[in-house]
């Protein structure tokens, strides 16, 4: 699972431009699914077959990133964030165009203090010396991903688009291991996430579930003074019961509980004050969907080194493909 | 006839008079015309050569105020319906309620200012509409809470090509549509003019999923802030630059394909064109281009300096252009039977 993990995280599928992602992830469910579709959006929709219920595992396969919206006389670009960048993250990064360009983030003045730091004084540098140079290499409307190397300490894995790459990988290891199945499970990566939920409403419109469950990951409260609640990395998948999005339906919710303890894997609980997930936009699609939310425990979300722990993965993985199975 | 689109008065709620103006501009011969529950106004000419359908839009509503309460001295308290800037409103004159009986916005003058209030701006709290009453009683016959509240602004041809007046975004974008649908396609063409933009793009989710088009073009009178002062990259389109076409804004991300092939269009036709360099601000295409299955969503938009303010200022030679842009696009999808912008079996 950490090769698998490594590759998904290596390629860039920025907000609104997840092609490369898209291509990617469809190679690896190709071996365990009976079909597989894109549509207007860019989802990618896995369709495993089955008499039964119809059960859509949905994890986002964007990752934020930056959108060029200015280049000036000297080559310079300027930028603004596809997703919720943080301006203090971003200073001095590297990023990575879809063409293989590499830019730095600079910032107009040497900023004397943190709060000094401004995204619009921001700006990207290609090493181009002019307008007419940089343009041969980017233009506007372009779209860059951050880059953050993938790293593995023991059991955990650092990399830049954890958030939710994480949740790609359990939704291709749940495929690889569910085996025999009654109910049909659509395992569906969604685009535009980190926009406001935006593939995953015509996703959902589109298979038309029964039962959903979202993978996502979901800050962890295991750091030093960190505020958010205490769900640590390596204690199991969080079932999440509700974030600004949705509430997890009781039944489903029960369903992964009830799953985790059948197979003795450890899970936690998590209800989080801020944040949302695609599940915020399926569990009102059409008539209503009952729909939870599997949340993997991530430090450092929205950085170009977010952390995991690579058994919760696994856990969660395991979860699923036993919970679609007794849905 | 964008001097008789922008006299009329119709805000968010009201888009009555409006949609009743546009009607007068479609041919009835050609088009099935009808309105939906929530008041949008759909004009569909119904092709025979071909099953696609192709949707354009433009929001006919307004920015505009409605009446929150009447206060005891016969003053009238107001609410804004849309993104609106406190600072444009004091001093202006408006027409207010059905009657559209006469009214100033109050401030204070500046010989009774003390201190701060010299240095702060009004907001739109501390804000009375005055309309000659004395007290709640006189004014109460005139106006009650739920009128609707407009500014008073005069269309005025500043020469050179340029244009002032209120409301030109969007019944800038609606004199586009009306041109455009004096066209014939071999597709099935649906002219949207959708209500209640300014409040959340309620009307256009609505109007897509009747519609049900392949694809959609919004039309809009855009953000123009190219005056002394801006920083060059806050820029977000020029006046007389030709129209501006949307990568993405706050609520929507134009279908990349769709884009191209839009700027590629204006090329091979010679129509100037500009890219709108900024993601503020937002559009009918959020609510379109994630309904049913998910919609190809593209939009072209008019450069509007002051937009938002009863003087907005416009170029006639980037509507020109405009109109024949998307006629160009129209004309092309019409052609491209290869196109594929909603993906498919792999």
């Known amino acids: ?327 | 006839m964008i001097k008789d689109l922008t006299a009329v008065m119709g805000a968010s709620g009201d888009e009555y008079d409006i949609r009743e103006e546009i009607r007068k501009h479609i041919n009835n011969d050609t088009y099935v015309v009808t309105t939906d529950s929530i008041g949008s106004l759909y004009a569909v000419r119904k092709a025979t050569k071909s099953e696609k359908k192709i949707m354009v839009t433009a929001h006919m509503d307004e920015l505009g105020f409605m009446v929150t309460s009447v206060t005891d001295s016969g003053m009238l308290k107001i609410k804004a319906l849309g993104g609106f800037d406190d600072r444009v409103l004091p001093s202006k004159s408006v027409r207010v309620g059905k009657n559209k009986i006469p009214g100033v916005v109050g401030l204070k003058p500046v010989h009774l200012q003390e201190g701060d209030e010299k240095k702060q701006n009004a907001k739109m709290k501390q804000l009375l509409v005055d309309i000659g009453c004395f007290n709640k009683e006189e004014a109460e016959k005139l106006v009650s809470p739920g009128d609707y509240v407009y500014y008073e602004s005069e269309f005025v041809d500043m020469g050179n090509g340029i244009i002032k007046s209120k409301a030109l975004d969007n019944r800038t974008g609606c004199g586009v549509l009306i041109e455009v649908l004096k066209e014939e396609f071999d597709f099935t063409l649906q002219g949207c003019f959708t209500v209640q933009e300014e409040v959340g793009l309620r009307g256009a989710g609505i109007a897509a999923y009747n519609l049900k088009p392949d694809i959609a073009l919004v039309l809009e009178g855009t953000t123009c802030s190219d005056v002394p002062g801006e920083e060059e990259h806050k820029v977000v389109t020029r006046l007389g630059q030709g129209p501006a076409v949307s990568i993405i804004d706050r609520y929507s991300y134009s279908n990349r394909r769709l884009v191209d092939l839009i700027l590629e269009t204006a090329k091979d036709n010679n129509i100037k064109v500009q890219i709108r360099e900024g993601v503020g601000g937002g559009n009918d295409s959020g609510k379109i281009q994630t309904s049913l299955e998910g919609i190809p969503t593209a939009m072209i938009a008019i450069p509007c300096r002051y937009i938002h303010s009863p003087s907005s200022v416009m170029s006639m030679d980037d509507f020109d252009n405009t109109v024949r842009l998307v006629k160009a696009v129209l004309r092309r999808l019409e052609n491209e039977k290869e196109l594929n912008l909603s993906g498919g079996k792999l």
């Open chain 1, 1 to 327: 699972m950490i090769e698998l993990i490594r590759k998904l995280t290596d390629v860039n599928g920025v907000s609104g431009n997840e092609e490369a992602a898209a291509a990617l992830i469809a190679d690896e469910m190709k071996p365990y699914v009976d079909e597989i579709r894109t549509d207007t959006l860019g989802n990618l929709i896995c369709v495993k077959k089955g008499k039964g219920k119809r059960i859509m595992l949905a994890a986002h396969m964007d990752e934020i990133g930056i959108i060029v919206t200015h280049i000036d006389d000297k080559g310079f670009l300027r930028f603004t964030g596809l997703g919720g960048i943080n301006h203090f993250y971003s200073l001095y990064q590297k990023v990575a165009f879809t063409n293989g360009t590499i830019g730095v983030i600079g910032h107009e003045e040497e900023p004397g203090e943190l709060k000094d730091l401004m995204l619009d004084k921001m700006y990207i540098d290609i090493g181009a010396g002019s307008r007419e140079e940089a343009v041969k290499k980017v233009k506007v409307g372009d779209a860059a991903a951050f880059i953050g190397s993938f790293a593995v300490n023991g059991d955990m894995v650092v990399s830049k688009a954890l958030d939710d790459r994480s949740g790609c990988a359990v939704l291709i290891e749940t495929a690889r291991q569910v085996g025999d199945c009654e109910n049909e499970i659509y395992f569906v990566f969604t685009t535009q996430e980190e926009l406001g939920l935006r593939g995953a409403k015509p996703a959902a419109y589109a298979v038309e579930p029964e039962m959903a469950i979202v993978v996502d990951v979901s800050g962890a409260g295991d750091t030093p003074k960190a505020k958010t609640l205490p769900v640590k990395c390596g204690d199991g998948p969080a079932i999440k019961v509700m974030d600004k999005s949705a509430v997890s339906h009781p039944e489903v919710k029960q369903l992964l509980v009830e799953t985790a303890k059948k197979i003795g894997i450890p899970y936690q609980f998590k209800v989080a004050a801020a944040g949302g997930t695609d599940a915020g936009v399926i569990s009102v699609s059409r008539g209503g969907v009952p729909t939870a939310m599997l949340a993997i425990p991530c430090r450092y979300i929205h950085s170009p080194a977010e952390m995991v722990n690579i058994n919760d993965m696994a856990n969660a993985a395991k979860l699923l493909a036993e919970a679609v199975k007794n849905a």
